[in-house]
């Protein structure tokens, strides 16, 4: 075999040893790290998994108002879970959750999913707002759901900028009675210029008397 035919069969046979190293590599227990993963914090605890899960501040760092948690939350059970609460655990915020519709406990149906944030989607408000958490962080939040129990995960705090404006915070409300000035305006002006011009319209129609009187006394 000459020294060129030689050369090449070892190159070839160098490539096939390099393939089947990185195929064994990605066939191993750390394949998974060749999975794209999700950006947002997502966790599993028996029937539950929680993905997505997002602290959504005031789009304005200056803007004072509440946050809101935002996140899907998934039933693999065969009975319905209902969601009893979410805590921020050694956050100042209390957390108000709300259905979607109508009044209650937040139900996350057995085999399907919840939403929580966003329009027409039940809703986690943490009052305190920017007291309670901030911008950049990595803020604990616990779901309690009534069978699986508790589940924790650490979720990042973003501004409802760009794509998660959709799922942030209403505008703070505090801003609606500062306008509210019209009512103390319109009662002063319409009581005093009514009863100043009417007696002195009475005064000048009654010098016509005085003239007439005047007249046949000419007479």
């Not at 069969?9 to 990185?22: D, E, K, P, Y």
């Not at 947002?40 to 803007?63: C, H, M, R, S, Y």
């Not at 309670?132 to 650490?154: H, I, K």
Request: net charge negative.
């Amino acid at each position: 075999m000459s020294r060129t035919l030689r050369r090449g069969a070892i190159a070839a046979a160098a490539i096939v040893f390099s393939i089947g190293t990185l195929a064994a590599c990605g066939a191993g227990n750390n394949a998974q790290t060749l999975q794209i993963k999700p950006d947002n914090a997502a966790v599993t605890k028996g029937d539950i998994k929680i993905q997505n899960a997002l602290v959504i501040t005031q789009p304005e760092k200056e803007a004072q108002g509440p946050a809101v948690v935002s996140a899907t939350v998934f039933n693999a059970g065969v009975e319905n879970q209902t969601l009893d609460g979410i805590t921020l655990p050694g956050g100042s915020g209390t957390v108000k959750l709300k259905p979607a519709t109508g009044s209650g406990k937040v139900v996350v149906p057995a085999g399907g999913s919840v939403v929580i944030g966003g329009k027409g989607n039940a809703s986690a408000v943490i009052e305190g707002g920017r007291e309670a958490v901030e911008d950049g962080n990595a803020q604990e939040v616990v779901f309690q759901l009534s069978r699986t129990g508790d589940v924790g995960l650490e979720a990042f705090v973003v501004p409802a900028t760009g794509y998660y404006a959709h799922f942030g915070p209403d505008a703070e409300p505090a801003a609606a009675p500062s306008g509210s000035a019209s009512p103390s305006g319109s009662p002063s002006g319409s009581p005093s210029g009514s009863p100043s011009g009417s007696p002195s319209g009475d005064a000048s129609t009654g010098a016509t008397p005085s003239g007439s009187a005047s007249h046949s006394a000419g007479h």
